[in-house]
């Protein structure tokens, strides 16, 4: 089935310690996207490839920096984990140009920071 | 940018009918998403409204009126496993057309 993947689905790290999530998708959807979801708050999107373009959200930390090799990867890294970085990661996946652009979520990583 | 208001938390009685409401403030609009989400998993897709009107989906509609930026999902015969938050979220008519996401309102089905 055509689905969106997140490895690792758990990830602890270690205070200032650099973590990289991934995200890979068999939908051959054209935009990608990244976002951070603490307990009880909506998803906050951190950035989005439209293809190869790279879009960031003007409230997006320095520290968190995303790359899309190929159509069907994309990663999140995180130079410097603080604690409040700590939350949810979600990836999603859109096609646009589509008739809804139904965003598609992956199951997440959820990320602790020690 | 994109204002969205919906109630935090609504508790409901299994096999009934309960109505979730959602308000938005839009600086462009281009359609209003409802998603399910049940503690600590991803969002799922539930309906899709760009027009005005009710799209409806077995036991799950949704309703749009863009004159007075509403919406509600109505979710009808409920059972215990649609306890979950259900996510408004807007699309912006602009650009790549962004979509932002409601805090959730956390719905309780209780026997």
């Known amino acids: 089935d055509a689905m969106v993947i997140q490895n690792p689905r758990y990830q602890v790290t270690q205070f200032g310690k650099p973590v990289t999530l991934s995200c890979s998708q068999t939908?051959?959807?054209?935009?990608m996207y990244w976002y951070q979801q603490k307990s009880s708050q909506a998803p906050k999107l951190l950035f989005h490839?439209?293809?190869?373009?790279?879009?960031n959200e003007a409230d997006t930390p320095d520290n968190f920096q995303s790359r899309r090799p190929n159509t069907s990867f994309c990663f999140l890294d995180i130079r410097s984990p603080g604690l409040g970085d700590a939350a949810m990661y979600l990836c999603?996946?859109?096609?646009?140009?589509?008739?809804?652009?139904?965003?598609?979520f992956g199951p997440g990583t959820r990320l602790t920071v020690l | 940018g994109q204002n969205i208001d919906q109630p935090t938390e609504m508790t409901a009685t299994e096999g009934a009918i309960v109505q979730i409401n959602c308000t938005y403030q839009?600086?462009?609009?281009?359609?209003l998403f409802w998603y399910q989400q049940h503690a600590g998993e991803a969002p799922t897709f539930l309906s899709y409204?760009?027009?005005?009107g009710l799209e409806e989906k077995g036991r799950f509609s949704s309703f749009l009126s863009r004159s007075k930026g509403y919406s509600y999902l109505l979710l009808k015969e409920l059972q215990m496993k649609d306890s979950a938050s259900y996510l408004c979220?807007?699309?912006?008519?602009?650009?790549?057309?962004?979509?932002?996401f409601g805090i959730g309102t956390k719905l309780q089905v209780i026997p």
């Open positions: 999603a996946t859109s096609s646009v140009g589509s008739a809804t652009d139904t965003q598609y």
């Open positions: 839009t600086s462009g609009f281009n359609g």
């Open positions: 979220a807007v699309r912006d008519s602009g650009g790549y057309q962004k979509v932002t």
């Open positions: 490839y439209y293809d190869k373009d790279f879009n």
């Open positions: 939908l051959n959807h054209n935009v």
């Open positions: 409204n760009v027009l005005d």
